[in-house]
């Protein structure tokens, strides 16, 4: 399978009142179409950094970010915006949404700023509601943003990552702000839409979610310390597999 | 602790602490310089009077009371408490010159006059009083000195009766009696050695002396009664007309008064949306703090004490300020009179706790939401799930072409008017000021008037000096030949044309028992057809008259009612059968039949010569025979309808520069509100914007969905001030001209001006300043923010 996703060499450094942080230190992986990687690690390893410099939304220090045999490194602000708006999805932890619009109208806002079709903006509202659809929302389409329950919300900003049927999902702990239900609700729509083809690269602090997914790096201060890739087994149950994840990871001081 | 945490949140907020504080300076220029203006403006021309000694009643007459009759009613007539009496001498334009010997222009009638035989208090430039004049050395009217554009120190010849002598002018004097462009005559103040030698002239001596004479009385009526005995009178009216031909200034003045007056509002306004925008925002600091046991007073205090700082700060300087910017707006009504008040200071001084107070009343009400709400509720930002209401309103699948920045850019104004809905209202009231101010100038520079000055004609011959100069010895038939002369030589230069000129006299009056000496006018070559009337019929006869509201006011006559006129030779009972409003003399003026039986002996002035050509010529026809005319009578002074308009107004220039400076001043406003509500909606909305560009929106698109709003927001202000603009400008406006005679205003509207140009003005700035501060905002908002926003 061909890499989606190749990082090589990429550095990350903030430099805060004269003194330089070195937050991402040489971090090299790649990952395939369709795969679902989980990125672990502790509080202030780099986790989210390494997310955000991978999808174009923060500047790399150094090193080279390739998406879809691109490197967008060297991209400027606008062709970046252009390559999130139309190849990547992105789901946050808190669930920002536009305050003056509806839940619909939110999913479907990026479809209507995108070029990347000529649909009409009926029918990108109409994909927008299959959306919902899919994802068990849909009596909330034209509820304002505090009408609805978090899980709902969380869902709604999957259907807005999705609406441009984007080649890969960055999702930075999308469970990190909900109950247990709505976090299982939320996990199962990212699981099928992995199944249904869509790249997904999420940072978690959850073993429980990570578990979920076909890889999980654990990183450490700014250096991919291991990277765990579960037995292919059907036999396995969930909780067998979070426990395995779950030794491994303590095994790397977790 | 509190004080750490008011420490550091001036710190944090560092731009918005720092735009509130630049309106409470706003707030408190406008307030202090405001109220100085009303006290000024109201007291404005009393206080000029007061400080001349002009007294109660006025008498010019144009003889040096050689019967001794105005001697004798000053003496006899009970009601003179005092008198003060000063001899001038009366001369044309003509008489007076440049270094060169070119003629220099003047309105009316010249009079010269010694500073020491002046009974009333001129003023130089600087408001200090005139004490004396050296020999050869002489002080004109300030608008005299603008017209010729001389300048001290320039050389003024005059050359009176065989009289040559040259001054050095030292300046202008504000003169409180004649300095109005209403009363229309030029004062020259001069040494007493120097017109003691005009008076050794035999014929100056004889002809040309008059006297000016300052009543002090508590009875106004009795005296008017009393001047009737007096002969060759050509102005005797009370203070009130004097104070009214001042109404000119005062409109300036009045309009500054209300455009501080809205300036407050707009401050006060604005004020208000950014405290509350400012405590709404710092819901979650209030819920923490409650939280932590914090009482609601003491975090009420620490707001309100952040205030008070802001506002004791911002007082101090806006008080300091106050002081040049009040005397700026001052400046331009100031020109021609002596305007102030003693109690300047103190005002200036009483505005500063007056602002500090209405920020504290505001902070306190701003923040008593405080004390309804649970910790949760502001951690919530005020929302606790029972009291949701949908906000939304547009639905972007129902956009059409409506691109996503617009789109939100509307359905935010629509999802939260009320926040839009503030600076609407600021930026109408802006804008309608400055459209208010364009209506009436465009009606001062056109024609609209010309029926409250007399009747319409194609030019009009603003140099009379040759009647003038026969009106003591000339007849009616004598000026109505030579005005078919002037006819006839228009005729020979292949202009066929009717000249024609009004005529006013000053005849004694009687009604109900009561005296009175009215303007009265005729014109001659006129019928009354020409004339406009209000109500009634016209006159058809010369046993009836037409009359002004005023003089309906003054006298109590109403159509159907006699007054009776006495003509000299003749007294005629005159029915009033019409009322027509007229500009001259402030409206008390009365309309006589071309038959009534006037006599130049009481002859008061007469008005420029009217040319009607009787060939219709077009309007470019009309301009081209005004060169002609200009070049055959070797006078610049040949007008069309709408220049004699607004030399009669003769404040229009100065309401030009007012209406740029209140372009200027709704400009600067502009900026400020957008620049604050700008950079308030963007720091609310930074999440937002992070997320935005995180999904991939450029920044342009955000820029110009912040752009949208505001331009929007402009753009609906515009129309709304355009809209209310006509009626606003009648209500405001009408009574003014009102004041001087004229309620039946047709206002002059230049739809360019008024729903292009002047709202287009305003919107460029709205979007212009609405760009910048977006795109310096939003530049610093990354898509990567979206992990660090709280």
Redesign the interface.
């Known amino acids: 399978m061909a890499a989606l996703l190749e990082v090589k060499d990429l550095c990350k450094t903030y430099v805060i009142n004269k003194r330089q942080n070195n937050v991402l230190k040489n971090v090299n992986f790649e990952v395939e179409d369709g795969e679902m990687v989980a990125i672990m690690g502790p509080s202030g390893s780099g986790k989210?950094t390494l997310l955000?410099t991978v999808s174009g939304?923060?500047e790399a220090t150094s090193g080279q970010v390739c998406f879809d045999g691109q490197d967008i490194t060297g991209l400027g602000?606008?062709e970046l915006?252009?390559?999130?708006?139309?190849e990547?999805?992105?789901i946050?932890q808190?669930m920002?949404?536009?305050?003056?619009?509806?839940i619909?109208?939110n999913i479907?806002?990026?479809a209507?700023?995108?070029k990347k079709t000529d649909e009409s903006?009926?029918a990108?509202?109409l994909r927008g509601e299959e959306l919902m659809r899919k994802l068990g929302i849909i009596e909330v389409a034209d509820n304002?943003i505090?009408?609805v329950s978090g899980g709902q919300l969380q869902r709604a900003c999957i259907c807005?990552?999705m609406i441009n049927k984007p080649k890969i999902l960055f999702a930075?702990e999308p469970t990190g702000a909900l109950n247990r239900t709505a976090s299982n609700e939320v996990m199962d729509e990212l699981v099928k839409l992995n199944e249904e083809g869509t790249t997904i690269i999420m940072v978690t602090h959850d073993a429980k979610v990570a578990a979920k997914c076909s890889r999980v790096m654990y990183i450490v201060d700014g250096n991919i310390k291991g990277e765990y890739v579960p037995i292919k087994d059907d036999s396995l149950q969930e909780k067998d597999r979070e426990r395995q994840l779950n030794n491994w990871l303590m095994d790397l001081g977790w | 602790m509190l004080f750490g945490v008011l420490k550091r949140e001036m710190k944090r907020k560092k731009t918005m602490n720092i735009i509130i504080l630049l309106f409470v300076v706003l707030a408190t220029m406008f307030v202090a310089s405001g109220v100085n203006n009303v006290i000024t403006v109201m007291n404005g021309t009393d206080y000029y009077l007061d400080k001349a000694n002009v007294g109660d009643y006025v008498i010019i007459t144009t003889s040096d009371d050689k019967d001794g009759s105005l001697q004798r009613m000053l003496e006899t007539e009970s009601a003179v408490k005092g008198y003060r009496m000063e001899r001038v001498i009366y001369a044309a334009h003509k008489n007076i010159s440049d270094k060169d010997g070119n003629e220099l222009d003047c309105k009316n009638t010249l009079i010269l006059q010694s500073i020491d035989e002046s009974a009333i208090n001129f003023f130089d430039k600087d408001n200090n009083k005139i004490e004396s004049i050296e020999k050869g050395h002489i002080y004109v009217a300030g608008s005299f000195m603008k017209k010729n554009d001389l300048n001290e120190g320039d050389v003024i010849r005059i050359n009176h009766s065989g009289v040559e002598m040259t001054f050095i002018l030292d300046g202008m004097a504000k003169d409180a009696l004649l300095g109005s462009d209403f009363m229309g005559n030029t004062r020259i103040i001069l040494n007493d050695e120097d017109m003691e030698q005009l008076r050794e002239n035999e014929m100056i001596y004889n002809e040309y002396q008059g006297r000016i004479c300052y009543v002090d009385t508590d009875d106004v009526r009795a005296v008017a009664t009393a001047v009737n005995q007096v002969s060759n009178v050509t102005f005797a009216d009370g203070r009130s007309l004097i104070k009214m031909c001042y109404v000119m200034e005062l409109i300036v003045a009045f309009i500054m008064l209300i455009l501080s007056v809205c300036l407050i509002i707009v401050a006060v306004v604005v004020l208000k949306f950014s405290i509350t925008f400012t405590i709404s925002e710092e819901f979650r600091e209030i819920g923490v703090m409650k939280a932590i046991g914090i009482t609601n007073r003491k975090i009420r205090r620490l707001y309100i004490t952040k205030y008070m700082l802001l506002s004791v700060i911002g007082a101090g300087i806006g008080f300091v300020g106050s002081i040049p910017f009040g005397n700026m707006l001052l400046k331009s009504v100031s020109e021609n009179m002596v305007l102030g008040n003693d109690s300047a200071l103190l005002i200036n001084i009483l505005s500063v706790p007056l602002v500090i107070g209405i920020i504290i009343l505001f902070a306190y009400l701003c923040t008593a939401k405080i004390k309804k709400m649970s910790p949760i509720d502001a951690i919530r930002s005020g929302q606790t799930g029972e009291r949701y209401k949908k906000k939304t309103v547009c639905r972007i699948g129902n956009s059409g072409r409506m691109g996503t920045a617009f789109f939100m850019g509307l359905n935010d104004i629509l999802s939260s008017p009320r926040r839009f809905v503030t600076i609407i209202i600021s930026f109408c009231i802006c804008t309608l000021f400055v459209l208010i101010m364009v209506n009436t100038t465009a009606t001062m520079k056109s024609d609209k008037l010309i029926y409250t000055f007399g009747t319409k004609s194609d030019l009009y011959v603003m140099d009379v000096s040759d009647a003038m100069e026969q009106m003591g010895s000339n007849t009616k038939e004598g000026m109505k030949q030579s005005l078919d002369e002037k006819a006839d030589e228009l005729a020979g230069l292949g202009m066929p044309a009717e000249f024609k000129a009004e005529i006013q006299y000053k005849y004694q009056a009687f009604f109900e028992g009561n005296g009175f000496t009215f303007t009265c006018q005729q014109g001659l070559n006129m019928q009354m057809s020409d004339y406009l009337f209000t109500e009634g019929v016209p006159p058809q006869n010369k046993y009836e008259i037409a009359i002004t509201p005023q003089i309906s006011e003054l006298t109590g006559a109403k159509i159907g009612d006699v007054i009776t006129i006495n003509f000299g030779e003749e007294t005629i009972e005159c029915m009033v059968t019409a009322y027509f409003e007229n500009m001259n003399s402030l409206g008390k003026t009365v309309r006589l039949h071309e038959d009534a039986p006037t006599d130049f002996k009481y002859i008061s002035t007469i008005l420029p010569y009217q040319i009607d050509f009787t060939d219709n010529p077009s309007e470019e026809e009309v301009e081209l025979r005004k060169e002609r005319i200009k070049e055959f009578y070797d006078s610049e002074e040949i007008m069309n309808a709408a220049e004699y308009c607004e030399y009669c107004v003769a404040v229009a220039d100065t309401m030009v520069s007012v209406q740029f400076l209140l372009l200027a001043i709704t400009l600067i406003v502009v900026l400020m509100v957008t620049m604050l509500m700008e950079r308030t909606f963007i720091t609310n909305e930074k999440s937002q914007i992070a997320i935005l560009k995180a999904i991939g929106f450029k920044n342009s698109v955000i820029i110009k969905w912040q752009v949208c709003r505001f331009g929007m927001v402009a753009l609906a202000a515009g129309i709304l001030a355009a809209c209310l603009s006509i009626p606003m400008t009648e209500i405001c406006i009408t009574p003014i001209f009102g004041m001087m005679g004229a309620t039946n205003i047709d206002y002059k509207i230049e739809p360019l001006n008024i729903f292009l140009l002047y709202p287009g003005i305003v919107f460029a700035v709205t979007v212009a300043v609405a760009w910048i501060t977006a795109a310096i905002c939003t530049r610093t908002i990354k898509s990567s923010d979206t992990a660090n926003i709280e």
């Not at chain 1, 915006?81 to 139309?86: F, G, H, N, T, Y």
Request: hydrophobic letters at 35%; a neutral charge.
């Open positions: 989210s955000y939304m923060d602000a606008n915006a252009k390559l999130r708006l139309d990547m999805g992105f946050f808190q920002y949404m536009m305050k003056n619009l509806t619909l109208d479907v806002l990026p209507m700023e995108s903006k009926k990108k509202t304002d505090n009408e807005r990552s930075d």
